[in-house]
């Protein structure tokens, strides 16, 4: 995918990058005196291509996996569809898509005492933070009526997951139409129960379901 936006890219750039799409206008950009480099761009639009897609749809397992396990928060949330909402953030904190991000290191500093370069790459387990006794009570419990806090399932700050709010309007319609079209949703007991597993891309591959 890498190469295939790179050589998009570079035809762009040798083009001009007159038009209006949106890796011409990337490469116009400018911030603080600097502009993209054709490496920039790439690894740009190479994360914005996925952006709510494969990602929406793990999570939407797992989301389902969760609430399926708990026969009295179904009736619940199809009763108050408001709460769906909390349903997915607390999904997402709870079983991340993704259980690390990679980040490198804007200066030197120091990580719990431990000492990290500039430029240098930190591996951040997201599934621990978002378990951490001090920032959640009672972390390991799944509860949608936590007080509101936000995990780094998304990632954080300026590296936010720009696809997000598009995913979490998708699984939010999934859900309403679930509870809508299926009366008396319930895991299969004759089928093996969902399993939410692996690292990066994370859910549920199967979710069996009677109604």
């Known amino acids: ?4 936006v790179m050589a998009v890219v570079k035809k ?3 083009e001009g990058a007159e038009g209006d799409d949106l890796i011409s206008r990337l490469m116009r950009a400018e911030y603080e ?7 920039q761009v790439t690894t740009f639009v190479r994360s914005l291509l996925p952006a709510a897609g494969e ?29 769906i909402p909390k349903l997915i953030d607390e ?14 290191v804007a ?27 001090d920032a959640f009570e009672n972390p390991d419990v799944f509860d949608i009526d936590r007080k509101i806090k936000p995990s780094f399932g998304v990632g954080f ?27 008396n949703i319930r895991l299969d007991p004759s089928k093996p129960a969902p399993k939410i597993q692996g690292a990066q891309l994370r859910g549920a591959k199967e979710v069996h379901v009677i109604w």
């Open 91 to 104: 999904a997402v904190r709870f079983e991340p898509m993704a259980t690390f991000k990679v980040r490198q």
């Open 12 to 14: 762009k750039r040798a």
């Open 107 to 133: 200066k030197d500093t120091e990580i719990g005492g431990v000492p990290v370069k500039k430029d240098d790459l930190v591996q951040m387990m997201v599934i621990s933070a978002n378990r951490d006794e």
């Open 157 to 183: 700050g300026a590296h936010m997951c720009i696809g997000q709010f598009v995913a979490k309007v998708e699984i939010q319609c999934a859900i309403n139409a679930i509870l809508d079209l299926f009366p």
């Open 33 to 39: 005196g600097q502009m993209l480099d054709d490496h």
């Open 1 to 4: 995918l890498y190469d295939a």
């Open 55 to 83: 990602t929406t749809t793990r999570t939407f397992s797992s989301v389902l996996t969760l609430l399926l396990e708990r026969p009295e928060l179904v009736e619940r949330v199809r009763n108050d569809r408001s709460l």
